[in-house]
């Protein structure tokens, strides 16, 4: 958080068929709506964040990821950053307040790797759902499915990992906390993060530009895990893979599809990381025990299937 | 059982049954068969694409980026979305046929 970038804060997802979308994101997911737009547009949130929103869907011809926001600790952050940006000749959009419902203004670049990124330091405080802010309970009743208890983090699939390396490293102020090497050295997977989180944001090397490969909801334990399995199979969900471990971020997790064949992640656990902390390293020649810890094989669908 | 229509892949001589109203690529997988790539299963990622070579059938919500309307008026769609009306006769597309516009990159720097 070096530079003034606290957490991801948004994505915004293209489906389909929003009315398919937003009852998977609610009802097996367990996000909640807060509110619609004028755009066709649908937010959503998962309870224990503070803010309004965190996912937003659109209908579109074709599924994928518009962009993906990370909040700024204020506006003097914003403005700095939007000037490194620019310094180091990154193209920034503006986005006037509003354009999002309840958001302050928000500045947009793409990185080499094809993928937009936003920032912000203003959206409307809306505090967590179903509970208080003095002498708050456990958790809320009334949650559906998997329950998802925050959008934590979305890995992306893009060429020009270094360039992006060098964009969210040395002008955003993230910290490389896992990566992957090839035999060679070159870094082919990274694992960014602003946070002791072991990744706000990963990339992997692929050479067509700009493919989502997931957004990631966490859940606080392997039995919710598990329960989001069994939800999967109740609702005849397209699942990927799961529930297994993660040798990357050892994180515990399931993955599945949207009804317009985004992919999704719950998972829970994972490793932490400090500024002080060396990057965890994998061998590309192990990549299969990297990526699926339990099965230790590559899985080509893991590898190629994206929107 | 029994009612339903025949799937068959000319790529592979795979045969299979469909349920009405259900796509091919489920009912290709709920019969333990691997004629077709399963992918995201929504329309989404492109990776089932096939041609109809011959028979009707009805279409759900695809990607445009993967089945766009020209390449659906050839019979180029993606098997998870595609319901059968009649007997099918599907044929499998290499990834770099021309024309094939899901243009499966791959991750080659994995391998």
């Given at each position: ?5 606290m957490?991801?804060g ?6 389909l068929?929003?009315?398919e ?26 309870w ?10 659109r ?82 009743r009334?949650?559906s ?22 964009v969210?490293?040395?002008?955003l ?5 896992e ?22 944001i ?62 999704n992640?719950v998972?829970c ?27 230790r ?11 | ?49 096939i ?14 980026a993967h089945?766009p ?19 099918l ?19 080659k720097?994995?391998?």
């Open positions: 958080m070096k530079k003034g970038v957490r991801p948004h994505v915004q997802i293209r489906v068929d929003m009315d979308a937003v009852k998977h994101y609610t009802d097996l997911m367990g996000l909640i709506e807060t509110d619609r737009d004028d755009l066709g547009r649908v937010y959503l949130k998962a224990t964040e503070v803010d309004k929103f965190s996912v937003v869907l209908e579109a011809d074709e599924p994928g990821c518009d962009f993906m926001g990370f909040k700024v600790v204020n506006e003097e952050a914003l403005v700095q950053l939007e000037k490194d940006l620019v310094a180091h000749g990154v193209v920034v959009e503006q986005v006037p307040e509003g354009e999002l419902k309840d958001c302050g203004r928000r500045i947009r670049f793409t990185v080499a790797s094809g993928h937009a990124f936003e920032l912000y330091a203003d959206k409307l405080y809306t505090g967590k759902w179903g509970v208080t802010e003095v002498n708050p309970e456990a958790w809320p009334g949650l499915g998997m329950k998802a208890v925050r959008f934590d983090h979305c890995l992306f699939y893009g060429p020009e990992l270094a360039a992006v390396y060098d969210f490293v040395n002008v102020g993230f910290h490389l906390a990566q992957v090497l090839d035999p060679e050295g070159t870094r082919i997977a990274q694992f960014l993060t602003v946070s002791m989180k072991e990744h706000d990963a990339f992997i090397h692929h050479e067509e530009p700009g493919k989502f490969h997931h957004a990631s909801f966490y859940l606080e334990t392997w039995e919710d895990v598990l329960r989001a399995a069994d939800l999967i199979t109740m609702t005849d969900t397209s699942i990927d893979i799961g529930p297994t471990r993660h040798g990357l971020t050892h994180g515990k997790t399931i993955y599945f599809f949207d009804p317009s064949g985004n992919r992640e998972f656990g994972g490793d932490y990381t400090y500024p002080d902390h060396k990057p965890v390293t994998w061998q590309a020649e192990q990549l299969g025990k990297a990526i699926f810890y339990h099965d094989v590559l899985n080509e669908r893991f590898l190629t299937v994206l929107t | 059982m029994g009612i339903g229509f025949q799937v068959t892949n000319r790529t592979t001589g795979d045969c299979f049954t469909c349920s009405e109203g259900q796509s091919v690529l489920k009912a290709m997988e709920q019969r333990g068969m691997k004629c077709v790539p399963v992918g995201c299963r929504g329309g989404g990622c492109g990776y089932c694409k041609r109809v070579v011959e028979g009707e059938f009805e279409c759900g919500k695809m990607s445009k089945a309307p020209e390449a659906i008026e050839q019979g180029k769609v993606l098997a998870c979305r595609i319901y059968p009306l009649t007997d006769i599907i044929e499998c597309l290499p990834p770099s046929a021309p024309g094939n516009t899901s243009e499966q990159t791959t991750t720097a994995l391998r």
